[in-house]
């Protein structure tokens, strides 16, 4: 029973180019969530969707990012013309029931680098 | 005002002696309190989780709610190298998302 899957582990992007990061939560699991963590910080909110539903966004930054969790296939966070203060470790966590009620469940990380 | 404080630590504890983590939280409306462990360069993982004042113990691990004061612990009793870690303590107010702390960094001393 895999856990929740995420891609790439490390991915280096320059300013202004696109960085695309992709998760695939636990078998079964409906509610997709995405973190940011910066070094020596705690992790902070940023989206929470269901299947084709973004729930709430109101973490996520009003311009440049966005996030999707499509009928079929993994969920993605989308950040354009990436600035250096993106840098940082993106979490997805996933839960069978919304957070309030169940565990949450976290991949790995992307490990995002802005040079 | 953060919405989950930690203190950073590091907090340095000899093999076999208990550690006690603390978190406090700004929201008297939070509902349900959570510890997770994170080892550098990994994903955290839940180690207990809260809803009711007073104490919730699972192995080694305790967990302590008071929510006049707005205060979390988790106490670990016979503390083991393989605990040295960050532990974030998270908060759910709504009922969609944890707020997290910054996390209080733990070495336990063989």
């Known amino acids: 029973n895999a856990g929740v899957m995420q891609n790439p582990r490390h991915l280096v992007r320059r300013r202004g180019q696109e960085a695309r990061l992709r998760c695939s939560p636990m078998?079964?699991?409906?509610?997709v969530y995405w973190y940011r963590q910066l070094p020596e910080e705690g992790l902070k909110f940023m989206v929470y969707?269901?299947?084709?539903?973004?729930?709430?966004e109101s973490g996520m930054p009003k311009e440049r990012f966005s996030a999707e969790f499509p009928k079929e296939g993994p969920s993605i966070l989308r950040i354009q013309q990436v600035v250096r203060g993106d840098s940082a470790a993106y979490f997805c966590?996933?839960?069978?029931?919304?957070?309030?009620?169940?565990?949450?469940?976290f991949g790995e990380g992307s490990r995002l680098t802005v040079l | 005002q953060k919405e989950v404080e930690q203190n950073s630590g590091p907090l340095s504890v000899p093999e076999g002696a208990i550690a006690s983590l603390n978190c406090t939280y700004s929201?008297?409306?939070?509902?349900?309190f959570f510890w997770y462990r994170q080892y550098s360069g990994k994903s955290p993982e839940l180690i207990m989780f809260?809803?009711?004042?007073g104490d919730k113990e699972d192995g080694r691990f305790t967990a302590q709610l008071n929510k006049a004061s707005q205060y979390v612990s988790l106490l670990i009793r016979d503390s083991q190298p393989s605990d040295s870690a960050t532990y974030l303590c998270?908060?759910?107010?709504?009922?969609?998302?944890?707020?997290f702390g910054s996390g209080t960094k733990l070495n336990v001393k063989p």
């Open positions: 966590a996933s839960s069978s029931v919304p957070a309030n009620t169940g565990e949450l469940f």
């Open positions: 809260i809803y009711s004042n």
């Open positions: 078998k079964g699991h409906s509610h």
């Open positions: 969707l269901q299947k084709e539903n973004i729930i709430d």
């Open positions: 998270a908060v759910n107010r709504n009922f969609n998302k944890f707020y």
């Open positions: 929201d008297r409306g939070s509902q349900s």
